[in-house]
């Protein structure tokens, strides 16, 4: 998230709540898609972490990448943490470990995302070049321990960094050596927003198979094809997982609300101070009772801000986020968006969809998420292999997106960037088992050599 909201709108009751979220419906012809993706910077040279200040750091890229786009700084103090594009609506961010993130401005098809993160990417690495900064494909740094992984300056991430050793034994590794790719997606009305949860829900750990990609840890492989995924796993099981009550019946926006509500807060940001509350109730916040702010009451501000700190396998804002997929490289991060536009943009590819999911039970949705991060393609779910599922989910996606006939200048259409992840799963083999291969082949038992192969 590239700035916390500023909406100082004191909230009058829970249904306020709900508004919010229901206030993201758009009708069909208004959707669009916003493509979201981390990279872990490195110095070239000697393929060390790259620390915030210096003159070669984090810093440094922020304030190249502003010269060169024009975007306007994000502050926190006198730190540049990020830069917004006030015409466009994209932004980038710093991830606790220094992961530089573009999220996407929503745009109207496939094609446009293409153009956007190519154009991103190529300046990205030509500040990078300059600086002697690469850029890692992976979805878990490689090679770092966390103590060696430098640390942002910013306050909600050092509050984070408190509280995450007391819910879980991995939190810290997620914050700070992962990265991933999502794609953020719209919905026309409650309904449709509950049977696209309840389709991408199910069908996250079939995306995560697909995209699995961090088979490395300090040095050597960690025994799985997505560590990332499973480090959320043993992160802080108050706001992560497959949340089974959306399969329940009646379930819609004030159903996920009332379990929002419920999630202990991290931060209460007033004026530039984020005032620790690490564990809190926002039920206090919103009745005027929390401890450590007496009397202060919740506005729209922290309430989005709270939301942005749940990290289900889909998260609903105003919108819904997949959340379940490792990064990899530019095919591999268009790939991703188009699977899910496919499955979620077209009714019939959705009805389909869920045809596939809908006889699943919730233990079987949760072995599955348990399974795949170390077996991807070869996880099964109701007797059945995950790449047999994935077949069936990207022939949907497929269909999906013929029917969208969104064309580019040459004429074609959006299918085209589904052929990176329809060629791993009817290889079988995912890029994280490619990668094994050559780490035992090729590489001679050293991951040094992803620092050439796998940057963007």
């Not at 110095?43 to 990448?65: K, T």
């Not at 006198?78 to 530089?100: K, M, R, T, V």
């Not at 931060?267 to 919103?286: C, P």
Request: a negative charge; hydrophobic letters at 40%; glycine letters at 8%.
């Amino acid at each position: 998230m590239a700035r916390d909201v500023s909406d100082t709108t004191p909230i009058g009751a829970r249904s306020e709540l709900v508004e919010w979220i229901a206030s993201g419906e758009k009708p069909r012809e208004d959707w669009r898609l916003g493509t979201e993706h981390e990279k872990i910077p490195f110095y070239r040279a000697d393929l060390s972490p790259v620390p915030y200040d210096g003159g070669r750091g984090i810093r440094a890229l922020l304030e190249g990448m502003q010269e060169r786009t024009g975007w306007a700084p994000i502050m926190e103090d006198d730190h540049p943490i990020g830069l917004a594009d006030e015409e466009g609506g994209g932004a980038i961010s710093l991830e606790p470990g220094g992961q530089f993130e573009l999220s996407g401005a929503p745009l109207a098809n496939l094609h446009d995302t293409v153009r956007e993160t190519a154009q991103h990417l190529d300046d990205v690495k030509a500040i990078g070049e300059k600086l002697g900064i690469g850029f890692l494909t992976l979805g878990m740094s490689p090679l770092w321990t966390r103590s060696q992984t430098p640390v942002m300056p910013k306050a909600r991430y050092r509050i984070m960094t408190d509280y995450m050793p007391k819910v879980g034994s991995l939190g810290l590794d997620m914050m700070y050596r992962t990265s991933t790719v999502q794609v953020n997606m719209d919905y026309a009305s409650e309904a449709d927003m509950v049977k696209k949860l309840r389709v991408s829900l199910a069908l996250q750990p079939i995306a995560t198979a697909i995209f699995a990609n961090s088979p490395f840890t300090d040095g050597k492989p960690n025994g799985y094809l997505s560590i990332r995924s499973n480090i959320w796993l043993d992160t802080d099981r108050n706001r992560t997982g497959m949340m089974a009550f959306a399969f329940e019946e009646g379930f819609g926006y004030e159903r996920y609300v009332d379990w929002a509500l419920d999630v202990p807060m991290y931060f209460v940001k007033r004026d530039s101070t984020y005032h620790d509350v690490a564990g809190a109730s926002f039920h206090d916040l919103l009745a005027g009772k929390l401890a450590q702010l007496p009397g202060e009451r919740a506005t729209h501000s922290d309430w989005a801000n709270h939301v942005s700190t749940l990290f289900p396998e889909v998260r609903l804002k105003r919108y819904l986020e997949m959340r379940g997929a490792d990064v990899g490289n530019l095919e591999h991060i268009v790939a991703l968006s188009a699977f899910w536009t496919g499955l979620l943009y077209d009714e019939a590819a959705l009805d389909g969809a869920w045809e596939l999911v809908k006889a699943w039970s919730a233990e079987q949705r949760e072995q599955l998420r348990a399974d795949v991060p170390k077996l991807a393609l070869n996880a099964h779910i109701a007797g059945r292999s995950v790449q047999d599922v994935a077949q069936d989910a990207l022939a949907l996606s497929r269909a999906g997106l013929q029917r969208r006939a969104c064309l580019n200048e040459a004429g074609q259409d959006e299918t085209r960037h589904l052929a990176y992840a329809e060629e791993i799963v009817a290889s079988g083999r995912t890029q994280a088992e490619r990668l094994l291969e050559r780490y035992h082949g090729a590489w001679s038992g050293s991951v040094r050599p992803v620092f050439s192969e796998c940057v963007f």
